[in-house]
């Protein structure tokens, strides 16, 4: 009876740390024979998620469990990754409305609904285990997650500016080139390692033309500064910002005595990021227009 206790202390300690996830052979090797399994689905303790893959249905199926219960459902190889991954790893807080998991290539098996499967070799480098799962590493997940609709180089940009460096991430794309989003991502890294602002400038232009907008004019001269776009008529200047892991205190500094000045010389000042032109530039554009039409 000893022995029963405590394989059935450390079964509930793994249900536990698994969110009330288990897999057949985790099962059978914390000392569950097969009959005992079914006993358990059977009398309802237990839910079958997939082939071989249980929840403990004592406790509330959470996000957690789900997606731990649909990587699990493909086999041993299989991995977290995209948005999935991103949650796991608290890059977002939304919690995804598909699970994507990655599988090797060799792997077979149908797509599970709520599943979206990827089959890809992913190098040994961009997987590590974060508790108990396989998941994309830090560097692939931001790449993968920036990529996605609902993540966005928002994600990138966080990442870049709290968790991860930017070297990281333009290696793991090397690493992982012909990948589902390898195109948006690079535009993002090539944004991120120092053409943000100027392709942020190039848009503003193509908005304030495709606008039929006039009385705009670039690098724009006012006391010791220079403006980006300047409404000079209207005193409306409008500066653009690349993205946020590029400030430091002494830049930030700068941002705000310069915008004073201009403030105290008459100026409205509109800042905008290259996030925000281009994930919303029709946003920018309103902004823009409101500005000089009030004045």
């Given at each position: 009876m000893g022995g029963v206790r405590v394989?059935?202390?450390m079964l509930e300690e793994f249900l536990r740390r698994h969110d009330g996830v288990i897999t057949l052979a985790q099962a059978r090797s914390s000392g569950l024979s097969h009959s005992a399994i079914l006993r358990r689905v059977h009398s309802g303790q237990w839910r079958r998620c997939a082939n071989g893959v249980y929840f403990a249905d004592d406790r509330?199926?959470?996000?957690?469990a789900r997606i731990r219960a649909a990587v699990w459902s493909h086999g041993?190889?299989?991995t977290a990754s995209g948005l999935t991954a991103a949650w796991w790893l608290g890059l977002v807080s939304t919690e995804p409305g598909e699970c994507e998991?990655?599988?090797p290539?060799?792997?077979h098996g149908s797509r599970a609904a709520g599943v979206r499967v990827r089959r890809r070799d992913l190098d040994e480098q961009d997987v590590f285990e974060a508790r108990g799962l396989r998941v994309t590493g830090l560097a692939l997940t931001v790449l993968e997650a920036?990529?996605?609709?609902?993540g966005g180089p928002k994600v990138m940009d966080a990442a870049l500016q709290r968790r991860i460096g930017l070297a990281d991430l333009q290696r793991a794309h090397i690493r992982n080139r012909g990948r589902y989003g390898a195109a948006a991502a690079r535009r993002m890294l090539d944004a991120a390692a120092g053409g943000a602002r100027s392709e942020a400038e190039r848009l503003v232009i193509q908005l304030l033309r495709g606008a039929g907008i006039k009385g705009w004019q670039t690098n724009f001269p006012a006391g010791p500064y220079v403006i980006d776009f300047a409404f000079p008529r209207q005193r409306v200047a409008v500066e653009i910002d690349g993205w946020a892991f590029h400030s430091d205190g002494a830049a930030f500094q700068n941002d705000r005595k310069r915008q004073n000045w201009l403030?105290?010389?008459?100026w409205q000042v509109l800042r905008f990021t290259w996030l925000d032109i281009t994930q919303h530039p029709e946003r920018v554009l309103a902004q823009i227009?409101?500005?000089v039409s009030a004045r």
């Open positions: 394989r059935t202390g509330p199926f959470t996000p957690a041993a190889m299989a998991v990655t599988v290539r060799s792997s920036s990529a996605r609709r609902g403030a105290l010389h008459g227009c409101a500005a």
